[in-house]
């Protein structure tokens, strides 16, 4: 089985990078963040098309996660944290696909830092902690997988120095991280490659891509009951060469289910 990641960064605006990643790589799961699109914009019948089922949860113009899986529908679980409306964001869907229940996630950013919007982000990181500690307390293989907006080490980040005062790579959010994974997570990528400089996320700007000035914000974390499966890993990178691309490149993992 295969379960992939990837920040569309606008799903209709993009459909067409998505499709063809999709053929590509034909992933039996998907988690798809920053849709961009309302709910009723979601381009269902398009990825139908394309062999997938979904469960989406829209914005306009912002945020946005969805889940796919390939020659079947998800069955919806939740919509959003518990305990938090989120001011009306759409950063959390869970459903179950495959036999696993899947959790997709887009955290907040948190910039400007110091600031309400960071303080917000470590509130999001709390809620998510307490319910991941309730999803592995069903004892069901699980996965949450998404965009983290966080760099969790500095090999997680081109150039450490440059990003110390940044809400993604603050020591606050660090360890809000690694107070997830010790509740009994594990980060699928750094399981396989402990110490490989690996990126998810290149920004635009001053030719990013070009010069691998990238991040690792993208991230798979397994429950115990999944993690002993994990096989292989890795990033699409060449995905985000592709002309009109997302900033993000997709990342999968396999797992011998």
Not at 63 to 72: C, H, P, T, Y
């Amino acid at each position: 089985m295969r379960i992939a990641t990837y920040n569309v960064n606008g799903i209709n605006g993009r459909l067409d990078i998505l499709l063809r990643w999709l053929k590509e790589s034909r992933p039996d799961i998907v988690c798809l963040q920053e849709l961009k699109a309302p709910q009723a914009a979601f381009p269902r019948q398009a990825l139908e098309r394309a062999g997938y089922g979904a469960v989406w949860h829209g914005q306009k113009a912002w945020n946005g996660v969805a889940i796919l899986e390939r020659d079947g529908v998800p069955i919806l679980t939740r919509c959003g944290l518990p305990g938090r409306n989120d001011d009306g964001e759409s950063r959390y869907i869970e459903g179950i696909a495959g036999g696993v229940i899947v959790g997709c996630l887009y955290a907040p950013n948190g910039n400007p830092y110091p600031g309400p919007k960071f303080l917000r982000k470590l509130d999001w990181f709390k809620a998510l902690t307490a319910y991941g500690e309730t999803l592995l307390e069903f004892g069901m293989p699980a996965a949450l997988i998404g965009d983290f907006n966080v760099m969790p080490r500095d090999l997680d980040v081109y150039n450490p120095a440059r990003w110390q005062d940044d809400a993604l790579f603050r020591p606050e959010i660090r360890k809000a991280y690694r107070d997830l994974i010790a509740t009994g997570w594990t980060d699928a990528v750094r399981s396989l490659h402990p110490d490989e400089q690996i990126f998810t996320f290149w920004k635009y700007l001053r030719n990013a891509y070009a010069r691998d000035a990238g991040l690792r914000i993208d991230h798979c974390l397994l429950s115990p009951e999944l993690a002993p499966h994990l096989t292989a890993c890795g990033v699409d990178r060449h995905v985000r060469g592709w002309p009109k691309t997302s900033d993000h490149a997709p990342v999968w993992i396999d797992l011998s289910l």
